[in-house]
Structure formats: structure tokens, C-alpha cells
């Protein structure tokens, strides 16, 4: 059954799924403190640093509701990227001390951008003072990582960040991955005649030859059949890595339901570090092992919302129906195709990784359309020029819809989270979620109950 849904008037409906991102809005997460009660003042001293190197500084913390947010701890404000006008962090001999107020610990990332280096650790009230080596700071790709530092003021937090690392069940993870990481690394050097990184230099060099070398090295990635061996390997242990890595966050936010730092990892793993996306599935587990305080923080609320539009999203869960013009002026109803299977493809001409998705669907719907099958193609553009000549070009033989007023401002995203296109979900004939965030077997990261095949083939039989 299908079931309603009505914003101003009007009745819509969706389905999610990342590639093309929208607008990323900056939301201030400022809970807000009482002023007496709830100071600090910070010191991090910082060793190892090159008095004649060049760095550059910015403390960021995670937002659920925008992803990564770079912050002024004065006021928690976001503080604008690039700008010329915003207060530069210095480390006077290595040291930096800043001031204000938080009502609970948070989760703070230190960054230098020059070198891509990150020193993440938990900030709470009163006096806290922090020494930790530059050498030990974190690379790009590990940033939530633990390291080794030294401290005076919340010690709680901090020891229980300390001891993510020794968790019996992020041991098991981290063998995994490193396990997993050298058997890659050894196939692509076997591939190419050397490393990832090797190559990566070698584009960086002040030598010609070596940049035309690397780069004629990637360029050759698509045509080598060894490397792309090697990425398949990859892909298909993704799956188990995942569960490994889920299975070890549970554990640690059992062990710990009361920690700021435990809730703070959870987040980075479902919002940012998780190729499933913050998933009914990949929240669940959460909801109701978490401790009485963390559930009345903002980040929590903002987790709980999208857990909710998730959970709406499972499959047999009635879909919601909904009224988009289509591009003649008509008015296209979901309701209306009750007794088809339907296939919700949410796009716009400017997402290309939406329009990479149309030639499965051309396939899709010439092998199904006689037994059933209809598509709805519900565009978010906002420029109709671009909007039709993408129509024309692309020329989709099945039903249109547009909602003119954009992914980030659409009430149909905001009913379902839809925060990035393409997103794609399929609707059984009795009207209920069938499959969501589906994706053409191309782009499903390894996923098979993400691939719309496979789902049409155990639909229709074949």
C-alpha cells in the first residue's frame, strides 16, 4: 500500500544514494551552554614542529547534519573556508591556548592542511592541557584514529579514546584491513612495477620525466587488466571489512553507552566512513544501546531524524505517495501505477554520475516493460533550458517528472533524507518499498542487494 504524504499542499514522495553531492549547508551545532558553568580553556602544545616549515591550522569537528564542519572554538561557529578575514591559528613555540564554553566533551580534529596531517582528541569543560608530537599525527585517510598524546583535564574521554585502539574486537578489524591493505599494495606493485604511493610521487616530481611517467602510469589503469584484477579483489572484501568494522564499533559503544568519544565514533563510522551511508542498517544497531545524556544531544536528535526517514525506507514499508508536474504540464501521481513495479530514479542533467545510470535503465526497462515494469525519472533541476535539452539528449522512454525546486530545498528530500543523487528505489505492485539505494551493478562498491538487477531478476524470474 502506498501511503501519503502532503507539504504545502502538495503530495510527494522519494527514495538514497551518494555520488553527485548537493550543496553542502554549514549547520551550527553550538548547543547552547550556560555561561557559568560550562568554561574550558585549552593549551596544546605541540612538539616536533620545522621552525622554517609552513603550516596551516583549523580545528574541525563532525556534524551529522553537514558532514565535516570547521569550527572557531571561541563560539562553535562554522568558520568560512578560504577566507581572509578569519582568525589564523598560530603556534607561538608550539603552543596555542583558546577559551569558551561547551556543555558536554566533543570530539575536536586538529588539522594542518600543508601536510595533511590530523591530531584528533575529546575537549570537554575546565582546564585541560595537551602535549603530543607532530610525527605522530594522523595521515589523511585515518584522522579519527588515536594518537599518542599526553594530557591533564578529561582524562575519562581521552583514556577511553586511548583504549579504541586495544579493543579486542578493532584488533580483529585492524588486522583485517592491514591484512587486506598488503595484499593489494602487492598485487597492484606486481600490476604496475610500483606502488600507489610510488606513482603519486612521481606526479608531485619537480622532474618532467617523472610526471609524464606517473601520469601516463594512471592513464593506463583502465586498459591494464592486472590492476583492474587487483581492484576487483579489493571491492569484493569491502562487504566483510564492513561488518568487521560495525561489529567492533557495537562492541565499543556497549562497552562504553555513556561516551562522548564512543558516540562521536559511531557518527564518523555511519556518516563518513561507511560505504553504505548512514543506512537504516547501519544505525540501527545503535539506537537503543546508547546512554541516557548522549541521547539528549543535538548531534543524537539529528541522528534520530534520519534513522526515523531510514526506517521508512525497509523493505515492505508503505511507499509515499506523491504529485509532480511532469514536463508537458500534466500532473504525475505514484498512486497511479499501483499494480506495476515501479522504478523511482531521482537525477538532474548536472549530476553526471545520475546520467551514467541511464543506460542500465534503458536495458532494464526494454527487458521488463512487457511484464510490468514502469521507471519514473524525477528531476531535480531548477534551469528548464538544461533540464529539456537533457530529455532530448538522453531520450528516456518511460514516465517524467520534475520538481523544480532542487535537491537541498525539495520537500520530497526532506521527507526521505535524500541529501545526494543519483538515488534510485524500486516500488512493488502492491505499492511498498521493494529495494532502496540501488544502484546499476557498475557502481554498487561490491554491494549485491545494492545492484537493480539483480533485484529485477529475482522480481520478474529472469
Known sequence: MLKKLSFLGISIMVLVFTSCKTENKKTASNEVA???????ELTIEIEGLDKNAKYNWDFYELSPASGERRIDLNTWENKPYRDSLAEKIVFKNGSYTVNGEINHPRLIILKDFEKSKSFPFM???????IKVNFNDFNDELAYYGYVPFTYKGQTKENDIFKSLANHPEFVTYKNAVNKARNAYEKSVKEALGYSMEEVFEMTKSSDPALVKKGSEIFKSLSKNEAYKKARALDDALRPKLDELKSEAYISFVQANPDSYLAFEQVLANVFMFNSKGASYETMAPYMDILGSDIRKTEKYAVMAEKYNIEKGLVKGEPAV????????GK???????????????????????????????????????DKGLEIVSVSFDKKEKAYRKALEHDDMPWLQAWDIAGVDDSEVTKAYGVKAIPFIAIIDREGNIYASNVRGPKYTGGFEDKDINKHLEKIFGF
Open 34 to 40: 550556560d555561561v557559568n558553568d560550562n568554561t574550558y
Open 123 to 129: 575537549l570537554g569543560k575546565g582546564k585541560q592541557n
Open 321 to 328: 505517495d506523491f504529485d509532480l508536474p511532469t514536463p508537458d
Open 331 to 369: 500532473t504525475l501521481k505514484l498512486s497511479s501505477l499501483k499494480g506495476k513495479v515501479v522504478i523511482i530514479d531521482f537525477w538532474a542533467s548536472w549530476c553526471v554520475w545520475c546520467r551514467k545510470e541511464t543506460p542500465n535503465l534503458k536495458k532494464q526497462y526494454a527487458k521488463y516493460k
